[in-house]
């Protein structure tokens, strides 16, 4: 989510030249309940939203999800520092923080790795419970 509708429309641009399906929102609060109503591998979020910071929203999608159900969140913010200073990885808020102007290729590859990571750990909880069960 991203309140910038130009910004919105690179985002959604690049995540679309790579196959990957796209939905936006403009501000915290539509975001939260677009994420309660449908699952999403990937969150990716300005830090300064109206209605709803980003850092609110993705505590809250935390807190309302669980680990395994959760998308993987990841911040954009022209203030890093600001996002580090709450401790915005470090306490779970986000799995990444990526500073603006945004890096295409940073950003594409931390999607890339994080949504890797993802798929491996469900590929080896899916193994390890068809070993239990057989």
Request: charge should be negative; hydrophobic fraction near 45%.
């Amino acid at each position: 989510m991203e309140d910038d509708p130009l910004q919105r429309e690179i985002l959604t641009s690049v995540f679309a030249s790579q196959c990957l399906e796209v939905e936006t929102a403009a501000n915290g609060l539509d975001a939260l309940w677009k994420v309660r109503e449908r699952k999403y591998d990937l969150v990716l979020c300005d830090y300064k939203l109206p209605e709803l910071n980003g850092f609110a929203m993705a505590r809250l999608i935390r807190d309302l999800m669980g680990a395994d159900a959760r998308p993987v969140l990841i911040a954009l913010t022209g203030s890093p520092a600001s996002l580090a200073s709450k401790g915005a990885t470090a306490e779970g808020a986000f799995d990444e923080v990526i500073p603006k102007p945004v890096d295409l290729g940073h950003l594409m590859s931390a999607v890339q790795r994080h949504l890797d990571a993802r798929l491996d750990a469900a590929m080896r909880r899916d193994a390890e419970f068809g070993r239990v069960t057989s």
